[in-house]
């Protein structure tokens, strides 16, 4: 089975999960990526680069396991896992620009990260198809949330704040 891991990679973190779970999410999290790109429409300037996403995945493989040693994570916690999935993509930047790209595309990590964040929020019910909150309040709340990924130091456990603090 292809995997993302080369052999300098501690075998500890993997053992903490199933290789094929592992494999499934981070397939689905490229998949998304490499939706996001398309959907977005980005010029071909910017591009997933394979190096970078292997080190931010294996990053993001670290935290879940100190996180399932301390018994912290448990297989419901879409919010975590989201939060610190997007931490690292922020910290990492898989996405990167090829020479000559415009400059209204230099957020396109915390862009995508912030998708990342407001699928783990309640905002939108996918059943009824509506948002939860007003179109005005959900766009209030996408422009503060792209200040914070823009302008400040991004940390994880910021991020969960947040997530948590949208879902009340």
Same mark, same amino acid.
């Given at each position: +089975?292809?995997?993302?891991?080369? /052999?300098?990679?501690?075998? /500890? #973190?993997?053992? @903490? ?9 981070f ?6 990526? =490499?939706? #996001?790109?398309? !959907?977005?429409? +980005?010029?071909? /300037? ?19 396991? *100190? #996180? ?7 297989? /419901?916690?879409?919010?975590? $896992? !989201?939060?610190?999935?997007?931490? &690292? &993509? ?7 620009? *090829? ?17 990342? $964040? ?11 198809g ?13 422009r503060?949330? +792209?200040?914070?990924?823009k302008? =400040?130091?991004?940390?994880? =456990?910021?991020? @969960?704040? #947040?997530?948590?603090? $949208?879902?009340?």
């Open positions: +089975m292809y995997t993302i891991f080369d /052999e300098n990679f501690d075998d /500890e #973190f993997i053992n @903490e999960f199933n290789e094929t779970d592992l494999y499934n999410f397939s689905q999290l490229k998949r998304q990526a =490499q939706n #996001f790109l398309y !959907n977005s429409k +980005m010029p071909p /300037e910017i591009y997933l680069n394979a190096t970078i996403y292997a080190h931010c995945c294996r990053n993001i493989i670290a935290d879940l396991a *100190k #996180f399932r040693h301390l018994q912290v994570l448990t297989s /419901e916690d879409n919010v975590k $896992l !989201n939060a610190y999935t997007a931490a &690292w &993509w922020i910290r990492r930047k898989p996405f990167q620009h *090829k020479d000559n790209c415009s400059k209204k595309f230099l957020y396109v990590n915390e862009s995508f990260a912030a998708t990342l $964040l407001f699928q783990a929020s309640h905002l939108y019910d996918k059943t009824t509506q948002y939860t909150v007003s179109k005005d309040k959900l766009a209030a709340i996408a503060q949330l +792209m200040n914070y990924l302008f =400040q130091q991004v940390t994880s =456990q910021s991020l @969960e704040l #947040f997530l948590n603090g $949208l879902n009340f």
